[in-house]
């Protein structure tokens, strides 16, 4: 049954105000002929191991209506908790055109199992390449990302030949159990036959 009441009224109310700010965002990034740069970060695996490669991608949007220039982009991870296996954790570009983005990968192992925390990442631009003004943009925030041990690694990957092993013979008695208990043996055909 669908929910009603509090729940569903804060609920509906919540996806509102998003849907609200979002068009909110984009109409005051389309009513301005100025650059806008939005940053996504995400992680390209499910589930980090320690001693394993996990590719973070970062994809940096410009919504706006003109050219940003001096593009600076950052992202910090820990050197205690994280190798940097692969890219840059910075970067820039000249300029970024309307209706352009750009994606950036860097792979990171991590060097022990847990929780493991990520910031966002920053990006500044300028809306002119002349102008002094430096805008800001920030990713969203990965919160604390579970890395499991290689021994999980080994239990998730590993074929379980041996459970598979069980199942298949306890399915194979659960079909065998009732046809030898119920079929005729030879001695009971051979009865019947001799009464007729």
């Known amino acids: 049954p669908l929910e009603s009441g509090p729940v569903m009224r804060a609920t509906t109310l919540g996806v509102a105000l998003a849907l609200?700010?979002?068009?909110?965002?984009?109409?005051?990034?389309?009513s301005e002929d100025?650059?806008?740069?939005?940053?996504?970060?995400?992680?390209?695996?499910?589930r980090p191991f320690?001693?394993?490669?996990?590719?973070?991608?970062?994809?940096?949007?410009?919504?706006?209506?003109?050219?940003?220039?001096?593009?600076?982009?950052?992202d910090e991870w820990s050197g205690e908790e994280f190798e940097v296996i692969s890219?840059?954790?910075?970067?820039?570009?000249?300029?970024?055109?309307?209706?352009?983005?750009?994606?950036?990968?860097?792979?990171?192992?991590?060097?022990?199992?847990?929780?493991?925390?990520?910031?966002s990442a920053k990006v500044t631009?300028?809306?002119?390449?002349d102008e002094e003004e430096v805008q800001v943009a920030h990713s969203n925030d990965l919160g604390l990302l579970p890395v499991l041990s290689a021994k999980d690694d080994d239990k998730l990957s590993a074929p379980h030949l041996a459970e598979w092993a069980t199942f298949l013979f306890l399915a194979f008695l659960l079909g065998a159990a009732p046809l030898a208990l119920f079929?005729?043996?030879?001695?009971?055909?051979d009865d019947a036959k001799k009464k007729k």
């Open 50 to 74: 320690a001693g394993k490669d996990c590719p973070i991608r970062y994809r940096i949007f410009n919504v706006g209506q003109s050219a940003a220039y001096d593009v600076k982009f950052e």
């Open 125 to 129: 631009y300028k809306h002119a390449a």
């Open 20 to 30: 609200a700010a979002l068009v909110g965002i984009g109409l005051c990034a389309a």
């Open 183 to 189: 079929s005729p043996s030879k001695t009971q055909v």
């Open 87 to 119: 890219g840059l954790t910075s970067g820039t570009w000249s300029q970024i055109p309307p209706g352009a983005n750009i994606s950036h990968i860097v792979i990171l192992r991590a060097y022990t199992y847990g929780y493991k925390s990520s910031g």
């Open 34 to 46: 100025r650059a806008h740069l939005l940053i996504q970060k995400s992680m390209l695996t499910n």
